[in-house]
C-alpha cells in the first residue's frame, strides 16, 4: 500500500515524491538523519531526536529547514496520515540541490536545506522475538570516518558490516579497533554486563550519543544500577555476564555471542531482560 511521505512542505504519494540527482545528499552524502520510534501510534523521545539533529547540523553548518514544533507537527501528520501503530519515522535533512556538482559547499541563502521523512510501519514493535533470543555478533575493523557523533547518512560501511555478519550466519556485527576496543555496533550502541556492573564506551568523536543510551543509563541510575562509562574490548565482553545493544528501533537487544563464544548462560541475561522491560515502559509513559 503506497505511504504519504512529505518531501520539502509537500505531502505526497511515495511514487510522486522526488529528489533531484543534484541534491547533495545523494552526491555527496551531505545528509543527516534521524529514526524516532513510534509505540501505541505516539512518538518516542522526539525531544532527544531533535536535540541531536540540531547538533549534526550545527557541526555540519546546515540550517534546519522547519522548526521544532512543524517538524513534531510533521511526524504526527504522517503517523496519523498513514495509521502508524507501532513503527519508525525516518527523517533527513541534506544540504540540498545546489543544480550542479561540486565539492564545495553551496551558500545557505541561496540554496534551501532539504527535508524529507517516510514512516516504517511495524507492527509489533515492542515484541519482536529476536528479544527473546537474543543476538549473535561479530567483530569487525572499525573503518569508518572520524566523526561518529554526527549522524551523517554515511552508512555503507555498516551496511556492509551488516553483510558481513549475515554471512558469518550472525545478525551484527561490533566495530573494534586499537587493539580489539570496541566501539560501538552497525546500528547500535554496545555494552557489557558484569557482577552486576553495566559498561558501555564513553561519549566522544568515536561514537554516536545514542538517544537510548541517554534514556537507559538514567534509568540504569534510577534503578540503582551501577553503570560504568569507558572502553571494553571483545575479549572482555566475551568474559562478560550478559551482553546487550540499544537503539531507537531495537531498545534493548540482548546480545548472546560474540565471534562465536557464547555469553554466561547463551541466553538474554536478567539486567538486560529488566532494563528493555523499564525502558519500554517509561519510554511508552512519556510517548507523545
Ligand atoms: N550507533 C550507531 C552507529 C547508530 O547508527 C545508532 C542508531 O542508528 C545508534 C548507535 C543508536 O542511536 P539511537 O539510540 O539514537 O537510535
Given at each position: 500500500m503506497s505511504r504519504t511521505v512529505y518531501v520539502n512542505g509537500e505531502y505526497l504519494p511515495e511514487e510522486e515524491a522526488k529528489i533531484s540527482i543534484f541534491d547533495r545528499g545523494f552526491l555527496m552524502a551531505d545528509a543527516v538523519y534521524e529514526v524516532t520510534s513510534v509505540l501505541g501510534g505516539k512518538l518516542i523521545d522526539f525531544a532527544g531526536h531533535a536535540e541531536r539533529l540540531h547538533r549534526s547540523l550545527a557541526l555540519l553548518d546546515m540550517r534546519q529547514p522547519v522548526t521544532d514544533e512543524e517538524l513534531l507537527a510533521i511526524h504526527r501528520e504522517l503517523v496519523a496520515r498513514n495509521g502508524i501503530e507501532d513503527g519508525l519515522v525516518y527523517l533527513q535533512v541534506t544540504r540540498?540541490?545546489?543544480?550542479d556538482r561540486d565539492f564545495a559547499f553551496p551558500d545557505p541563502d541561496q540554496v534551501k536545506a532539504g527535508i524529507v521523512l517516510f514512516t516504517q510501519s511495524k507492527p509489533g514493535l515492542a515484541d519482536n522475538p529476536a528479544a527473546k533470543v537474543g543476538m549473535k555478533v561479530i567483530s569487525i575493523p572499525?573503518?569508518?570516518?572520524?566523526?561518529?557523533?554526527i549522524k551523517t547518512v554515511q552508512l555503507l560501511y555498516p551496511s556492509i558490516g551488516k553483510m558481513m555478519a549475515k554471512k558469518a550466519g550472525c545478525d551484527d556485527a561490533w566495530f573494534v579497533e586499537d587493539e580489539g576496543v570496541v566501539t560501538e555496533g552497525t546500528s547500535n550502541n554496545a555494552y557489557i554486563v558484569k557482577g552486576g556492573k553495566i559498561v558501555t564506551r564513553q561519549l566522544s568523536e568515536d561514537i554516536l550519543h545514542g538517544i537510548t543510551r541517554a534514556a537507559i543509563l538514567r534509568f540504569a541510575r534510577e534503578a540503582q544500577m551501577v553503570v560504568e562509562e569507558r572502553a571494553f574490548t571483545v575479549a572482555e565482553a566475551q568474559a562478560a555476564d550478559e551482553a546487550f545493544v540499544t537503539s531507537a528501533s531495537a531498545f534493548v537487544m540482548p546480545v548472546v555471542e560474540i565471534d562465536g563464544v557464547a555469553l554466561g548462560s547463551g541466553e538474554p541475561g536478567p539486567v538486560t531482560r529488566r532494563l528493555r522491560e523499564i525502558y519500554l515502559e517509561e519510554s511508552r509513559k512519556a510517548a507523545i
Open positions: 540540498g540541490n545546489p543544480g572499525d573503518i569508518r570516518w572520524g566523526r561518529r557523533d
